[in-house]
């Protein structure tokens, strides 16, 4: 059995920052990729960073030179850190580990409950 579980989000003023901790826990035998969604109300979930197992990452346009998103492959942990905030950035956070369990042979995603994030103007 697997867990993702976030922190760190909160109301922040715009222009401020804020930084999301994601962990997975449990039997994981190898984390592929480890990344960022989030949702705004109304809207759809959309990517906003992700990163594979040798650092390699990708960020949403949105939030390029603002975001920066990091792995401890060790303690598999991802953290995001959140620069310049702005008010369309306010959204619930979701944090996502593709891996691959002690019993299986094939890798799946998994998906914490989410971490809401709110920036005012």
């Known amino acids: 059995q697997v867990h993702v579980v976030e922190s760190g989000g909160g109301l922040v003023q715009a222009g401020g920052s804020l930084r999301l901790s994601c962990a997975a826990s449990g039997s994981i035998f190898n984390i592929n990729f480890m990344g960022w969604y989030r949702q705004a109300p109304g809207k759809q979930r959309e990517l906003v960073a992700i990163i594979g197992r040798g650092g390699g990452a990708s960020y949403a346009d949105s939030v390029k030179g603002r975001f920066t998103i990091s792995r401890d492959n060790a303690r598999h942990t991802v953290d995001l850190q959140m620069s310049s905030l702005k008010p369309e950035d306010t959204a619930v956070y979701y944090c996502?580990?593709?891996?691959?369990?002690?019993?299986?042979?094939?890798?799946?995603?998994?998906w914490g409950q989410g971490t809401q994030v709110t920036v005012s103007s």
């Open positions: 996502t580990a593709n891996l691959i369990t002690s019993s299986d042979h094939f890798s799946q995603s998994y």
